[in-house]
């Protein structure tokens, strides 16, 4: 069973022993690894996406046109996102994203979007400077 990031095992040292073919003192030495490992071992959420950093030029824009303006320069940065399938996935999230949080961030006087997801384990991510 997992709960979380964690695996459980709901089952005795003898039980496991038969299934497995193993001693039960080898079973043993398996739950309490198990245990041992969820105790110590905790996985973080790594941001997967872009860091949109917005110049002058594009902050005096109107916020429509600078976030046609910076979509157009993510774009160019999405295909690095396509190395395996859990990062795949975030290209559609940012391509989704990146103009809204620019139309956002131009409203509000922003100079610095993220845009992107937490994925657990994996963290990557880029730097796109926009004029």
Request: hydrophobic share 45%; proline share 4%.
């Amino acid at each position: 069973m997992i709960e979380g990031h964690q695996i459980r095992l709901h089952v005795d040292a003898d039980t496991l022993a038969k299934a497995m073919n193993v001693s039960t003192k080898t079973a043993q030495l398996m739950i309490d690894n198990t245990n041992e490992i969820n105790n110590s071992v905790s996985i973080t959420n790594g941001f997967v996406g872009v860091y949109i950093n917005l110049g002058p030029k594009v902050r005096g824009m109107g916020s429509w046109a600078a976030a046609a303006f910076a979509t157009g320069y993510v774009g160019f940065y999405l295909k690095n996102f396509a190395v395996n399938p859990l990062t795949a996935g975030v290209a559609s999230v940012v391509s989704a994203g990146a103009g809204a949080a620019v139309k956002y961030a131009v409203e509000h006087g922003i100079k610095r979007v993220p845009v992107g997801k937490n994925i657990p384990g994996i963290s990557m991510s880029y730097v796109v400077q926009v004029p």
